[in-house]
């Protein structure tokens, strides 16, 4: 199977590409390098039939001679971060919706199963009482910089879930909560590297909020084989399917443990949301995934815990 992975110099796609490779599969990298780098493709390169592209999802060309190539199509690529959304709405918006339509408007035309890559984003924030104006999440102005990601990764499972539909082209979208792993990097925000780079220098753990906001981490080593599974299993066609992992804590707790696990002399100290994101930002207080369709589907049960994902 020659498998084309948009987003494939990343974190979570270098991974699929070792794990595609590994299974005999020749992979076709599309990636512009923004957050990704060549770095996470050390273990790909080099193996049959891996093939890097330095190129933009944006660029419509490209995506379709790529994807007329192609047995089946991993999109993974997005601008992602909550630093790198906050600062670049208007990109975030026209990469994450233009790049989906791009890929799956080919994917269909030269008749590829195509994966798209969501997130557990798309479920808001949906605890208020009665709901306000203010309290629409995604496009309501107080948050509108923020929420420009979940926006537009609501808008591209719908791009692809209709495509989908009406093509019968083979479609699923995974909704990944709070996937971690070696090569994920701490710059745009993301908890788990950013308290462990801080550990491991003994700098202060910078904990945003109260800390007593609770998440649910994943291993890339137990998300990232659900995908091609996902791929081969009619009835997660059209889906949208959550991917996670299962042991919850709160980010004080988090903290404590990276603390523990690394032996690092780093005192914990706390920041607000307004300092560490600017003005508006919310956070929800509680996010954990039912993964249950993912089992029915293929199986899928999350075996790393969270000592195994921080070591
Ligand atoms: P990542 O930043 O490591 O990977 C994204 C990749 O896309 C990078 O290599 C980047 O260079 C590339 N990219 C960005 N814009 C591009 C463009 N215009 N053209 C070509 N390539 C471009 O992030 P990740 O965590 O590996 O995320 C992969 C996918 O999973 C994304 O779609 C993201 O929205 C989704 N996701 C991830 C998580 C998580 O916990 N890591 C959670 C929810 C959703």
């Not at 233009?98 to 969501?118: D, K, L, Q």
């Not at 009665?130 to 496009?139: A, C, I, N, T």
């Not at 988090?254 to 523990?260: C, F, G, P, Q, S």
């Not at 589907?297 to 195994?308: A, K, M, S």
Request: hydrophobic share 40%; proline share 5%.
């Amino acid at each position: 199977m020659r498998a084309v992975v948009t987003g494939g110099a990343g974190f979570i796609g270098s991974h699929l590409c070792d794990h595609l490779i590994a299974r005999g599969h020749r992979v076709t990298v599309l990636d512009d390098l923004s957050t990704g780098s060549l770095g996470n493709l050390v273990q790909a390169q080099g193996s049959p039939g891996f093939r890097f592209v330095e190129g933009d999802v944006l660029d419509r060309d490209l995506v379709d001679s790529l994807v007329s190539e192609a047995d089946t199509v991993f999109h993974l690529a997005a601008a992602v971060g909550v630093y790198n959304i906050v600062d670049n709405p208007l990109r975030s918006l026209r990469v994450n919706l233009h790049g989906t339509e791009n890929v799956v408007e080919s994917a269909v035309a030269h008749r590829v199963p195509y994966m798209v890559a969501s997130t557990s984003e798309v479920y808001g924030k949906n605890d208020a009482d009665g709901l306000k104006e203010g309290d629409d999440r995604v496009y309501g102005p107080a948050t509108k910089s923020r929420w420009s990601y979940a926006a537009a990764k609501s808008l591209d499972e719908l791009v692809a879930y209709v495509h989908g539909v009406e093509s019968g082209v083979p479609c699923v979208i995974t909704r990944f909560f709070n996937v971690v792993g070696p090569r994920q990097t701490g710059r745009y925000g993301m908890v788990v590297p950013r308290f462990v780079d801080q550990a491991m220098s003994d700098e202060p753990i910078t904990v945003y909020g109260t800390g007593t906001q609770r998440r649910c981490f994943g291993s890339v080593f137990d998300v990232v084989p659900a995908l091609p599974l996902l791929m081969d299993a009619p009835e997660a066609y059209n889906q949208a399917v959550n991917l996670g992992g299962h042991e919850e804590v709160s980010i004080k707790g988090l903290a404590d443990r990276v603390v523990e696990l690394t032996g690092s002399r780093s005192p914990i100290t706390f920041v607000g949301y307004e300092e560490a994101y600017g003005e508006g930002y919310e956070d929800m207080q509680r996010r954990y995934p039912d993964t249950s369709l993912a089992a029915r589907l293929i199986g899928y049960r999350p075996e790393r815990d969270l000592n195994d994902i921080i070591r």
